[in-house]
């Protein structure tokens, strides 16, 4: 290689490096203000700089210079979707809508939620007592399939009382739309209620119950292990029905309300 040449070389390597830390600087400028802008975003939102500066780079070389500098967004964990309500499986009207409630095992309230571990998601099926607070059934698993909600009704049923048949409410996931869980529900004489057009607000009972779980009870951690979260669940459960007074039961606890009233 000439002289001329080395030094025309080198004098090309100094400037990239140059414009390459230009880039760098008003990518991080930028991510102060939008942390987890994608990078197409990104080049197209600093390239007026780039023009002006002379400075060109391609797409390709942009994504590797942002991988080199840790600065490619990292995706969050996805958050799977609970509820499936595209289906041509039956749906019932909600039947608890403004109906005054005067002692437990009138109405349930029903939902899913999941939780974070090292090792994948686990899936929590809930069945809460409208009047008393109550969560009379509870099952944790892996699978989002009908299983997981059919045994958390097992346990509801087991320690229903009998000549009690309490209306069922819940969203119309597919999972409580199933015909082997709708079959069940109404073996026992249960009458079936699901929301119809604001999911969340026609099912904020059985939504809060999953919100104090995950956020008073520390269940919106990721556990390392599904054993960790599945322990953590089952005392989270318990002490939210015998050890938290509940403002609209006079601060009593679930629990004692649920017994006393039935």
Known sequence: MSRQNYYAARRLRQRRQIDE???????????KVQPRLGGRKLLRLISADLNEAGVGIGRDRFFELL????????PKP????????RHSLPVFGNLIA???????NEAWVSDLTYIRTDEGFLYAALITDAYSRKIVGAHIGDSLEAEGCLLALEK???ELPAGKHPIHHSDRGCQYCCHEY???L????????MTQIMHCYENAQAERVNGILKQEY?????????????KAFEQAVWLYNHRRPHMRLNYRFPVEVHEEAA
């Not at 996805?78 to 309500?85: A, V, W």
């Not at 109404?186 to 209620?193: A, H, M, P």
Request: proline share 3%; charged share 30%.
């Open 218 to 230: 520390e269940l919106d951690a990721r556990f390392r292990t599904k054993g960790q979260a599945r």
């Open 186 to 193: 109404q073996s026992r004489g249960l009458t079936i209620s």
């Open 21 to 31: 830390t230009m880039i760098l600087e008003l990518v991080r400028s930028e991510r």
């Open 182 to 184: 709708v079959d069940r």
């Open 156 to 158: 509801a049923l087991a």
């Open 98 to 104: 403004g109906k005054t409630l005067s002692m437990p």
């Open 78 to 85: 996805g958050t799977p979707r609970t509820t499936n309500s």
């Open 67 to 74: 991988a080199e500098a840790d600065l490619l967004v990292v």
